[in-house]
């Protein structure tokens, strides 16, 4: 192999070097980053990117229903939700998407087979069984799903029964992500979200009866009254339930964007940061020697999972659901606020409900922003792409997919990455660059060196760390 990778053990995370980068940056779920997309919207330059892809032809489809609804609201969340305890509003919502479903549908290629499909929110299992049965044949009957189709959908353990995982299962689902957050009772109570550990471990015995194959938990760091101690007896509680994957996140405090998230500097819940630090080096220490594997950027897998299998044989892909196995395929977003992408576009919905439902209405796609982008975008995408997934950037294999030197193309900021190179984040040689052991937990600050697009402002990302 031209870049080795460091196959020792692991070293201990080292705390001083994420401390002095945990800087305001993307998280490159897309390049550019969805700050960049904007109203001005191109649409002829749209349309050829949406013809561009249709001739791809033989490339695998990958499609995200978002389904807004969610009977409270958890304190922090950064998600587009609608808060509703209405019961007529997610049928409402379907008719829409279907109408979605039928624009969208008659300008792709559906001959491609469909190698992932993800029900995000929100709540999906706000629906009940009969709306998720809808929404499977919706699926089912417009899209030519691929016999190996990773199907995977959110599930929230508090609104969760046993008709809903069968009517999942029924419609293809074979994958649950969990959201857990923290099991601690008064970290429970200071976020709004109240939920006893037996209906985590009633979830996870439904889906897996139920033939699921890969059940992720999502946790969050930083939240209030979380300390090292709390949150140390959370990662031990989760993994009694021997989870497939785990994601990490870590708590983005943005109330100018969240204002709801006021309330935690109001009562002065919030961890310090030093504490959070603490909170993620343990986390990270326990799932390793737990024998999980650190895919980067707040994932972690079992070495059999699918994503650790990718990640060993360079297929990891980045995608706004995080990573993913379904490189090459182009994404098709349906519902509010969600994103669709392509190798020439991005193109994202209608935050507002009534905005979404209203282009609808008059027989539009219901897109509020998007970005064409151009070839020097396209070129930067594959390298940070390569940087986050990867973990290496391998000269002669970019440049051949690139049709450009990328010795040359990007001289300057390969240049520039002396400072990381010192601190030991990665390393350079005559074949590419390595990003090192050291450096993946900061893996966004070097990818960030190949952002023509990133301008400091602490407001517009959330921290590293
Ligand atoms: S965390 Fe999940 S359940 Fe809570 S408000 Fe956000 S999307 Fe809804």
Redesign the pocket.
């Known amino acids: 192999m031209i870049l080795p990778q460091e196959t020792a053990a692991r070293p201990p995370l080292d705390l001083d070097l994420i401390r002095k980068y945990s800087i305001p940056a993307p998280r490159y779920t897309s390049y550019p980053p969805a700050t960049r997309f904007t109203t001005e919207i191109d649409e002829l330059g749209l349309e050829r990117a949406a013809l561009a892809d249709n001739a791809r032809g033989a490339g695998p489809l990958s499609l995200y229903f978002h389904l807004p609804f ?1 009977h ?3 304190w ?2 950064g ?1 587009h ?1 609608v ?1 509703s305890r209405r019961e007529d509003i997610a049928g409402r919502y379907l008719d829409d998407l279907e109408r979605e479903v039928a624009l969208a549908a008659a300008r792709m290629n559906l001959g491609r087979p469909v190698a992932q499909v993800h029900l995000g ?3 999906p299992t706000f629906l009940t069984a009969d709306e998720l049965i809808r929404l499977g044949a919706l699926i089912n009957q417009t899209f030519l799903l691929d016999p190996d189709c990773e199907f995977g959908v959110e599930i ?1 353990p508090r609104h969760l029964t046993l008709a809903q995982v069968a009517a999942l299962a029924a419609s293809g689902a074979n994958r649950a992500s969990l ?1 857990i ?1 923290d099991t601690d009772p008064a970290v429970q109570l200071a976020i709004h ?1 109240w939920q006893p550990a037996e209906l985590n471990r009633q979830a996870f015995g439904w889906l897996r009866e139920a033939g699921f194959r890969s059940i992720n938990v999502d946790l969050i760091y930083g939240l209030p009254l979380q300390t090292v101690e709390s949150f140390g007896r959370t990662i031990d509680e989760v993994l009694s339930l021997q989870p497939d994957r785990l994601s990490l996140f870590s708590y983005a405090h943005v109330p100018w964007l969240k204002p709801r998230q006021i309330i935690f500097e109001r009562r002065d819940q919030l961890p310090p940061a030093e504490a959070k630090l603490g909170m993620f080096a343990l986390a990270h220490a326990k799932l390793t020697a737990a024998g999980y594997i650190d895919i980067g950027m707040d994932h972690f897998a079992r070495p059999g999972d699918e994503l650790a299998v990718a990640q060993r044989e360079r297929t990891l892909h980045r995608s706004f659901q995080g990573y993913s196995t379904a490189a090459g395929a182009s994404l098709y977003g349906f519902g509010v606020s969600s994103i669709s992408s392509t190798a020439g576009s991005y193109r994202q919905n209608f935050k507002d409900l009534a905005q979404w439902r209203a282009a609808l209405a008059a027989g539009r796609l219901p897109t509020e922003r998007a970005l064409v982008l151009t070839a020097d975008d396209q070129r930067r995408r594959s390298v940070i792409m390569a940087l986050m997934c990867q973990r290496q950037l391998n000269y002669a294999e970019l440049s051949a997919e690139l049709g450009r030197d990328v010795t040359v193309e990007f001289a300057a900021e390969i240049a520039g990455l002396a400072d990381l190179e010192a601190d030991g984040l990665l390393v350079r040689s005559p074949a590419g660059i390595r990003v090192t052991p050291r450096g993946v937990p900061v893996l966004r600050v070097v990818a960030m060196r190949f952002d023509a697009t990133f301008v400091s402002a602490p407001r517009r990302h959330a921290q590293v760390i």
């Open positions: 969610c409270s609201a958890c922090y969340c998600c939700t808060i929110g929100g709540t929230d959201g957050q979200r």
